[in-house]
């Protein structure tokens, strides 16, 4: 199982940037897939999940609700996120991560099986 996080980079506030995280190794009909942060000097925090339902139940995090989009394109084993009006408050490693579900369940799960490298966003003037 492997999974891979790109995209990150430097964006001015208000700008937008798109995650990937490429994987392989498993099944996303038992599988949800998690985005997730870190700031310096602060916890891990989950930014947005979806799950392994056909109807792809996507869930987030109030600060990032109506600015970032998480979508799966199980064609190429890939899950993005879309970050759009970004803010100095979102600069953290971005990290991607697999979670065990039932077959094709709507929610997400509390734990994580399996994650990625980090990709740095910094989002500054």
């Known amino acids: 199982v492997q999974l891979q996080a790109y995209g990150g980079g430097l964006v001015q506030p208000g700008g937008s940037l798109r995650l990937s995280c490429v994987t392989s190794?498993?099944?996303?009909?038992?599988?949800?897939i998690g985005w997730f942060r870190q700031a310096p000097g602060k916890e891990r925090e989950g930014v947005a999940c979806i799950s392994s339902s056909a109807d792809d139940n996507t869930y987030y995090t109030e600060s990032v609700k109506g600015r970032f989009t998480i979508s799966r394109d199980k064609a190429k084993s890939t899950v993005y996120l879309q970050m759009n009006s970004l803010k100095t408050e979102d600069t953290a490693t971005y990290y991607c991560a697999a979670g065990r579900t039932l077959y094709s369940s709507s929610y997400c799960p509390r734990v994580y099986d399996y994650w990625g490298q980090g990709t740095q966003v910094t989002v500054s003037s």
């Open positions: 190794g498993f099944n996303f009909d038992y599988y949800a």
